[in-house]
């Protein structure tokens, strides 16, 4: 089953709406809750990620055999230093997103802890391609 | 620790859930950062925050979280309400801040739970 979804920049009543229609096509598919809950928890930083630092993007999710793939594609700035944006607590984030909740520096460590792949490529200018697995 | 008993020490007003209050909850999380929040908490819990929008209802419904109480004496709006209670939660109300309120909580016996280990 592929699920694809487009997400706005800025655009925060619809960002969340990937990982609660996965948690829910998982949840129906009988998969455990600690699987939904890593699986919801990934895509839904991940939609933040892209609504807040690139002003939007695509998604593709695929439950297949054993594992949920996906694939979060945008087009914004891209990251300079992937290792200095995967550490815990690091931010860019500007005061207006705290406000809302957002821009603890924790996003990308918990995409990356929650899956059991996790690839993330970037180029300055062009954008950031993220893809998690999570084995079901 | 049941939610009625969280509501009395918190002195809370309950905004939707009240048919939920014989819930058992056995950890607590304070946190305005909802990264924070997924970074840390694993098991079924209570959240404390002062984050009053939409995004904490979601989070707390990702991470399977119940209860919400919100601090500092924001009430939640309609929208707020209506999310929570299409989620079946229970959403609660306390004029205390978050250092009084999780003080509050804690002091009654509930603690953090639900935590990974830091490095
Ligand atoms: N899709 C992206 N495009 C451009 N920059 C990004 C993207 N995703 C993350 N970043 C950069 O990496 C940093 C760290 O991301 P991370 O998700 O860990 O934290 P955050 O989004 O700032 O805060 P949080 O996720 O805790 O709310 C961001 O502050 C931003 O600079
Ligand atoms: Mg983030």
Redesign the pocket.
């Given at each position: 089953m592929k699920l694809r979804f487009e997400v706005g920049g800025e655009d925060f009543s619809l960002a969340g709406r990937a990982s609660s229609e996965l948690k829910r096509a998982l949840s129906r598919l009988g998969v455990g809750p600690e699987l939904i809950r890593r699986a919801s928890i990934a895509m839904y930083?991940g939609e933040?990620?892209?609504a807040?630092?690139?002003g939007g993007g695509d998604i593709e999710a695929e439950i297949g055999e054993g594992r949920v793939v996906m694939v979060l594609r945008?087009e914004?700035?891209?990251?300079p230093d992937i290792g200095l944006?995967m550490t815990e607590g690091?931010?860019?984030?500007p005061d207006r997103y705290r406000e809302l909740g957002?821009?603890?520096?924790?996003?990308?460590?918990n995409m990356k802890r929650n899956c059991d792949e996790f690839e993330i490529e970037?180029a300055v200018g062009k954008g950031?391609t993220v893809r998690m697995v999570i084995n079901i | 620790m049941t939610v009625r008993r969280i509501a009395e020490i918190l002195e809370a007003k309950v905004s939707t859930g009240e048919d939920q209050l014989d819930l058992e909850v056995n950890a607590a999380c304070g946190a305005d950062?909802?990264?924070d929040v997924m970074a840390f908490v694993k098991e079924k819990v209570v959240l404390l925050t002062g984050l009053v929008n939409p995004q904490a209802i979601r989070t707390a419904d990702l991470m399977d979280i119940r209860v919400v109480v919100f601090v500092r004496g924001k009430a939640p709006t309609d929208d707020i309400v209506d999310m929570a209670r299409e989620n079946g939660m229970v959403l609660l109300s306390t004029k205390y801040s978050m250092f009084l309120a999780c003080g509050r909580l804690y002091e009654s016996g509930l603690r953090g739970g639900g935590i990974r280990d830091i490095a």
């Open positions: 930083e933040i990620n892209m807040i630092h690139a945008d914004g700035p891209g990251i944006a690091w931010s860019t984030a957002f821009g603890a520096g924790m996003g990308l460590p970037s950031t | 950062l909802m990264s």
